[in-house]
């Protein structure tokens, strides 16, 4: 009896893992060096090769100073090529969209990103992402053939294959064709373009991730991140494992009630952190004391002409992130605390206060204090998260949901 399909497919995927393994650390291999180094039958070595040559993952390069062998073929090694994409990243922000891609080798080769409207349907949301890609992979002559998944950002809670919370259908973030939720849309129109499967978590969580992989909570056992954007987000690495929670909602600290007669969130409760200290927050509460102000870069030349006001009111969103970080890390205990986002462009104006907030409400240790600290990453943080979710590389992500999420159909 012959095996199933999505046996054959696992193992296939293995057997190419392994070559591809095998030429990220030795480099370039003859085919009886590859042979060696996989421990696979000539039979199967020649298929999985050819298909990976064919798909454009590998490449035939000849020694240095090798000549032809006299008879025969010439001297051939394979090699990864670099400009194949192996891994491709996609961080759907509120008001834009990051793409990012990496190679065989996991080397990035390329990272881009443009901005749309906070209001964009999700359907022109991906459609603009796609078109990205495509003119990207046109520059940089980066080719999917053997494209091994796609990892996908979105903010808020995220279920792949259930349809969104309430607060994303207050905020209208629903689809309004088909009738499925924006998660189901991502997955099949990405799986569908690129016949890969897909991985859609929380884009915090992602940029969490890559922070603790590459940036800040590299080597550090606990992490808490924070990003301060367009909405407040979170992730949490702990104990060696990235948590996504019951539901989707761990990290959530945007949501934590701050002020319970205040503003109304997008979440349908009052007072939430991020109508308070969220950009578009931080705007709106100077442009009610500056009515010149229509953007958050207003506000950073109002702090470096040393206007007090502005001063005050982006003090005063870094306590109430302080004051919220310090009662998750209360509750959490990490090693590490990460801010990121656009808000870090205020700088000392907004992370002196927070650094105060936290640390005159966080619990005293024996140990340390995880003094708050911005982000050692860019704003493609998010995608990098994703590529890293699509190969697996971690540890962090063992026992990971997304792991076992995302669709080909």
Not at 15 to 21: K, S
Not at 101 to 123: G, M
Not at 127 to 153: C, H, M
Not at 215 to 238: C, K, M, N, P
Request: aromatic share 4%.
């Amino acid at each position: 009896m012959s095996q199933p399909v999505a046996v054959q497919t696992l193992v296939r995927r293995t057997h190419e893992d392994r070559v591809l393994a095998a030429l990220r650390a030795h480099g370039p291999l003859s085919r009886s060096e590859l042979s060696e180094a996989v421990s696979l039958s000539r039979a199967t070595l020649h298929d999985i090769v050819g298909d990976l040559l064919r798909r454009g993952a590998l490449t035939t390069v000849a020694p240095a100073g090798a000549g032809p062998r006299g008879r025969g073929r010439p001297a051939t090694r394979l090699a990864l090529d670099p400009s194949a994409g192996q891994a491709l990243g996609v961080d759907f922000g509120h008001s834009r969209v990051c793409v990012a891609a990496a190679n065989a080798a996991h080397e990035i080769v390329f990272s881009r990103e443009v901005a749309y409207a906070p209001s964009t349907p999700w359907a022109r949301r991906v459609e603009i992402a796609l078109d990205l890609v495509d003119r990207t992979t046109a520059e940089t002559g980066t080719t999917f053939g053997a494209l091994q998944g796609v990892g996908v950002g979105l903010p808020g809670p995220v279920s792949s294959g259930v349809p969104d919370v309430g607060w994303q259908v207050r905020e209208g973030l629903t689809l309004t064709a088909g009738g499925g939720a924006r998660t189901t849309l991502v997955e099949r129109t990405l799986a569908d373009r690129f016949g890969t499967p897909v991985h859609v978590d929380n884009n915090t969580r992602m940029a969490a991730l890559a922070e603790a992989i590459w940036g800040a909570g590299a080597d550090h056992d606990g992490l808490l991140y924070a990003r301060v954007s367009e909405g407040i987000g979170g992730g949490l690495v702990l104990q060696g494992r990235l948590l996504t929670g019951s539901s989707g909602l761990a990290g959530e600290v945007g949501h934590v009630t701050v002020a319970r007669e205040g503003l109304e969130c997008r979440c349908g409760k009052r007072g939430c952190l991020e109508t308070l200290a969220s950009v578009p927050a931080v705007v709106r509460a100077v442009a009610g004391l500056r009515p010149q102000v229509r953007s958050f870069d207003d506000v950073v030349a109002l702090l470096d002409a040393g206007d007090a006001e502005t001063l005050e009111v982006v003090s005063r969103a870094g306590t109430y992130v302080g004051r919220v970080l310090a009662a998750a890390c209360t509750t959490a205990d990490p090693a590490v605390v990460v801010v990121a986002g656009e808000i870090t462009r205020a700088g000392d104006h907004v992370l002196r206060p927070l650094a105060r907030a936290f640390r005159d409400e966080v619990l005293e240790r024996h140990e340390r204090r995880p003094d708050p600290r911005p982000t050692a990453l860019g704003s493609d943080a998010g995608a990098l998260g994703a590529i890293a979710a699509v190969f697996n590389r971690s540890p962090l992500l063992t026992g990971y949901p997304l792991l076992a999420g995302g669709t080909t159909s």
